[in-house]
Nanobody, 114 residues
Framework: QVQFVESGGGLVQPGGSLKLSCAASGSMFGSRAMTWYRQAPGKQREMVAIISSSGSTTYVDLVKGRFTISRDSAKNTAYLQMGSLKPEDTAVYYC????????WGQGTQVTVSS
């Protein structure tokens, strides 16, 4: 069964940085695109960044130039390096494949506040 375990979130001041990690179980990791999503309070979950199995990346405009997605297939791990954080980046961040699989992980809370 697939499992996603996100970590690395926390409280950071505006303009700060965080690096999120996602440990994925299952043999499918290397052959699938991996995606980071986020869900802010009262809002729907949205895709933030995606990385293909070959390493190609795509970002939503809101985070382009500030976030970097990467992966280490040997470790079944995906990462999201976040910089120049803004209060509107506050959300629970989740990783998954694309298209997403169930169950989702518990996510990791990122709070950007002074």
């Amino acid at each position: 069964q697939v499992q996603f375990v996100e970590s690395g979130g926390g409280l950071v001041q505006p303009g700060g940085s965080l690096k999120l990690s996602c440990a994925a179980s299952g043999s499918m990791f290397g052959s699938r695109a991996m995606t980071w999503y986020r869900q802010a309070p009262g809002k729907q979950r949205e895709m933030v960044a995606i990385i293909s199995s070959s390493g190609s990346t795509t970002y939503v405009d809101l985070v382009k130039g500030r976030f970097t997605i990467s992966r280490d297939s040997a470790k079944n791990t995906a990462y999201l390096q976040m910089g120049s954080l803004k209060p509107e980046d506050t959300a629970v961040y989740y990783c998954n494949t694309f298209p997403p699989m169930t169950p989702w992980g518990q996510g990791t809370q990122v709070t950007v506040s002074s």
